[in-house]
């Protein structure tokens, strides 16, 4: 193995946060069960290291186990003290400008959600609209919310594990969204999060766009195993990944969906699911799932495990586009246009979707293990947006178990989780994992995947 080059240094803050109170500078260094500091840590050694690909955050750990950070308080303010940080982070000694903004990202919002808003009554016991109202908090004190400024938002969504042909499409996506002015919002990891920034930024580039957004939305279980990648200009970390699900189809126009493994069939049944709601009927909300022609096959298998499970009326609600990048961004264009028109007769913000409504089943954290995983529902004796909404946990729990600390560590311990329900559904589950194995949708290349779920029919 290569030695990482290591690099030991202070840093300053880049952006507006430049002071820190005695009591949040303990609760970061608090190394006690429950304190921030192994978060603080974990997430600000993921941004460090954004020019690697890996989604094992035991290799991450391992590889910088004597990696610190440390809250420097002078009279001036706030300084970040970095010990045996990944030298890639560093141009010949000095931390790269959009590493030290991500930094401070992390010390912002790690510190909001848990000094202003966790452990509140308001918002641990709240109804639907009071965890809505914390994910407006959280975007809001992040600066995302520009008010006054037309739709122009693309969530992109999409694997981190997917080939070089698919990842140059997202590339060519992301380039004619750019050069429609469109500001691009992803996972912010690497594969078909990174490709449409990339492609984006030379689109507005051409443009001469010069106040680009290229925002990356992620949470602290995943960060580790999906490091932001260099484009991200405005990194925002949601608490959990339910809170970053709404954050998405609250803050964005409109969704572009790639090809990618349980983590975007995850994405794609919470979009439905919500879009499914009769009062959500009509409300515009652009959905367009695309990809270079060898993933026609791959978006048939959605299409279908779609449509025998969630119906003909979820099918509707999408448009697949294969193997062309123009289409995909003037479709996409028409749609802004429609949210538009809707907005401002409805009279609904431009900056923050108020008017979707999303019921608390998609918004409380689901916490995979064994016993949550087995009690699923997953047959058909259910409103289909309550079913959609229990197949999206399921993906959910394939995704802890492939990627996150804590999902990896219950594997371990206990073997795959299982899913049991209704036969046909089940069928169609199995066969839709099972082509992203064959596919090398669940890990990158390179690496061995052992199934972390196992599939019950209940007649069985």
Known sequence: MVKKELVSTIVSPLGTMNVLSNAEVSMLQDTNHGGLYHLFRQCALAVLNCDETSDNPYNLIEEFDSFDIRIVQEHRGLKL???????SAFVDGNIIKGIRQSLFCVVRDILYVSSE????????????????????H???????????QLPNVVVCWGGHSIGQGEYKYTKK???QLGLRGLDICTGCGPGAMKGPMKGANLGHAKQRINNSRFIGITEPGIIAAESPNPIVNQLIILPDIEKRLEA???????????????GTCEEIL????????????HIPFPLILTGPAEAETYFEQIDRFIGDTLGPDAQHRYKIIIDNPREVAQQMRLGLDEVTRFRRSTGDAYYYNWLLHI?????????????????????????????AANLRRAMSGIVA???????IDTIRAHGPFQLSGDPSIMEDMDRLLGSFVKQQRMKLPGSTYEPCYEIIRKSE
């Not at 003290?81 to 030298?87: D, F, K, Y």
């Open 359 to 387: 019921e608390k089943s998609f918004q409380v954290p689901f916490e995979p293990s064994h016993e949550t995983m087995r009690a699923l529902q997953l047959d058909r004796n259910q409103p289909t947006h309550q079913l």
């Open 248 to 262: 998405f189809v609250r803050f964005g126009h409109g969704i572009v969906v790639f090809p990618g493994g349980p």
């Open 138 to 148: 959280i975007l809001r004190n992040a600066k995302a919310l520009i008010p006054k």
């Open 401 to 407: 178990g492939n990627v996150k600390r804590s999902g």
């Open 270 to 281: 919470y979009i439905l699911g919500i879009l499914l709601h009769p009062d959500n009927a």
């Open 173 to 175: 996506v992301g380039y």
């Open 117 to 136: 808003l966790r452990g509140s009554p308001r918002f641990e016991n709240g109804d639907s609209s009071t965890l809505t109202d914390l994910v407006f």
């Open 81 to 87: 003290e970095l010990i045996n940080a990944p030298g």
